[in-house]
């Protein structure tokens, strides 16, 4: 249970952040140029991304929607057998980078389903991004690292015979 909440608290917090952070976009860098916050480094630069990382496959926006609905159910349906606080973290950062992008793509122009996601932050050579796609390459990270130590998500029982 206690992993559970870890992964609410985690989704949670992630995804209003990144919701807070896309209308902060929105409202202060839609309409000017890209602003250098770290010199070409760390550039604060406003898209409408109908596509995937790269601006992969734009016209399969409804697509991609489908899939993140399809992993949210994935992850509400094992979350209550975690075992692993760390693998709950990696959870919790998908769940939360979905539920941002997904937002977009269901409440933003131009349809249902089909909104381009707000993405604001750019580094060179790397695709512009936001604040879900960013907690979603740390869980993959993460989960990198739970995989190489051998940390099970679901610990086994031990059968008494």
């Not at 480094?41 to 995937?52: D, E, I, P, W």
């Not at 991609?64 to 693998?87: D, E």
């Not at 933003?108 to 604001?120: S, T």
Request: charged share 15%; hydrophobic share 55%; glycine share 6%.
């Amino acid at each position: 249970m206690r992993s559970w909440r870890t992964l609410l608290s985690v989704a949670w917090s992630i995804w209003i952040l990144d919701l807070a952070t896309k209308a902060w976009a929105v409202s202060q860098l839609s309409h000017r140029d890209s602003v250098q916050v770290i010199g070409k480094f760390f550039q604060l630069t406003f898209v409408r991304n109908s596509g995937a990382a790269f601006s992969f496959a734009t016209g399969a926006t409804l697509l991609f929607s489908l899939f993140s609905i399809c992993v949210l159910i994935a992850i509400i349906y094992f979350a209550p057998r975690l075992t692993s606080k760390g693998w709950a973290v990696v959870l919790g950062l998908v769940m939360g980078g979905i539920l941002g992008n997904l937002s977009d793509r269901i409440f933003r122009e131009p349809a249902f389903l089909r909104g381009r996601v707000i993405d604001w932050m750019q580094l060179p050579h790397w695709p512009i991004f936001n604040i879900a796609d960013s907690a979603i390459v740390v869980a993959s990270a993460i989960s990198i690292v739970l995989s190489a130590r051998n940390i099970p998500p679901i610990a086994k029982k031990d059968s008494q015979i």
